[in-house]
């Protein structure tokens, strides 16, 4: 479980390093910052959707269709994602696919996110810390669940980026915009 204590890297738009604060700071001051995030699908293409638990410290209670979390200072992308995937889901050997970079700025929540896909199918063990439920879904379900339970903000954001990527990306990589959709480049 993640700690008010743990640094994080402050940066600026471009992605670079700029100072340090910790967890707690972070969310107070609602400060730039790096995170990451993963779809988890199994091999029937379902999503792993969980309802977070009452103690987190951002969106107590709600559900997410990701795997999210703070990227700590120093350390890459990757290595956040993989951390993650092992910490919430118990998953330690997926090689997690890079599909875009998505910049989050509202009142609540201030970060840009590495977002990945994971396909995963040993077992999954919930850190009950974290999640208090937790399921695949297919897709068509999980679409039903937004208009039935409470997501996290920045995770329907991004999910519905996800979907309009997935959906307008040509043959050669980009979507319809030009923005490349399959291998951004990332810091970190």
Same mark, same amino acid.
């Given at each position: 479980m993640a700690s008010a204590? #743990?640094? *994080? %890297? /402050? +940066? $600026? #738009?471009? %992605?670079? *390093? +700029?100072?340090?604060a910790r967890r707690r700071q972070v969310r107070a001051q609602n400060l730039l910052? @790096? #995170?990451v995030a993963a779809l988890v699908r199994n091999r029937r293409g379902e999503v792993y959707v969980h309802r977070r638990t009452a103690t987190? %410290? +951002?969106?107590p209670s709600l559900y997410d269709m990701f795997v999210a979390g703070v990227v700590t200072s120093g350390e890459a992308y990757e290595e956040a994602i993989r951390r993650e995937l092992n910490?919430? /889901?118990?998953i330690d050997r997926a090689e997690p696919a890079l599909l875009f970079m998505h910049r989050y700025d509202r009142p609540d929540n201030n970060f840009l996110a590495a977002i990945f896909e994971v396909r995963w199918e040993g077992p999954v063990h919930p850190q009950p810390e974290e999640i208090a439920w937790g399921e695949f879904v297919p897709e068509r379900r999980l679409t039903a669940l937004i208009?039935?339970?409470a997501f996290v903000p920045d995770g329907l954001e991004v999910f519905r980026r996800y979907l309009e990527a997935r959906t307008s990306k040509g043959p050669d990589g980009l979507d319809q915009r030009g923005l @490349?959709? $399959?291998r951004p480049r990332i810091r970190g």
């Amino acid at each position: 479980m993640a700690s008010a204590e #743990e640094v *994080v %890297d /402050l +940066i $600026d #738009e471009e %992605d670079r *390093v +700029i100072g340090r604060a910790r967890r707690r700071q972070v969310r107070a001051q609602n400060l730039l910052h @790096r #995170e990451v995030a993963a779809l988890v699908r199994n091999r029937r293409g379902e999503v792993y959707v969980h309802r977070r638990t009452a103690t987190k %410290d +951002i969106y107590p209670s709600l559900y997410d269709m990701f795997v999210a979390g703070v990227v700590t200072s120093g350390e890459a992308y990757e290595e956040a994602i993989r951390r993650e995937l092992n910490e919430e /889901l118990g998953i330690d050997r997926a090689e997690p696919a890079l599909l875009f970079m998505h910049r989050y700025d509202r009142p609540d929540n201030n970060f840009l996110a590495a977002i990945f896909e994971v396909r995963w199918e040993g077992p999954v063990h919930p850190q009950p810390e974290e999640i208090a439920w937790g399921e695949f879904v297919p897709e068509r379900r999980l679409t039903a669940l937004i208009g039935e339970q409470a997501f996290v903000p920045d995770g329907l954001e991004v999910f519905r980026r996800y979907l309009e990527a997935r959906t307008s990306k040509g043959p050669d990589g980009l979507d319809q915009r030009g923005l @490349r959709v $399959d291998r951004p480049r990332i810091r970190g």
